[in-house]
């Protein structure tokens, strides 16, 4: 599973659009990830929180992606098949974005994707986790340690 994760990080680096953010110190591997603030959670049951402490023991993946980004799209194929492979098993996929929900509902209805959608629309996660490229892809083991980027 490890080897997944890491070839999918792998691949996402060599296909990174820059987008203008503020300078901030990126969380590294063996690091904890910084709070995940997100305004909303797309395709969640009901009353679903996406805090570290709700998703304890399981593996996170996080995607940042936006609909304009070329490469985010053509990688949402791969983020679905691995989502598919890990279906059932203690791994949750975040496709996080900073896009509103009127711009992401009608895409994700073009093309779904099979993770739960976090909306990050005052973009304090690009900033905490120093996304200044995307797609950018974090993985969180069941611990709460990132280990691979």
Known sequence: MKQTFTRLAVAMAFATIPVA???SSEPKVGDQ??????EKVLQASDGTKATWGDLKGK??????????CGPCVAAISHLNELA?????RP???IAITDEDEKIITPFLRRKPIHAWIGLDTDKSMFKDYGITGIP????????GRIVAI
Do not use: S
Not at 59 to 68: G, K, N, R, S
Not at 84 to 88: L, R
């Open 21 to 23: 953010r503020g300078q």
């Open 33 to 38: 990830p910084p709070p995940l603030r997100l």
């Open 59 to 68: 593996v996170v993946v996080l995607e940042f992606w936006a609909t304009w």
């Open 84 to 88: 598919d492979q890990f279906k059932g």
């Open 91 to 93: 791994v949750q996929f």
């Open 136 to 143: 950018h892809t974090m993985v969180v083991d069941r611990k």
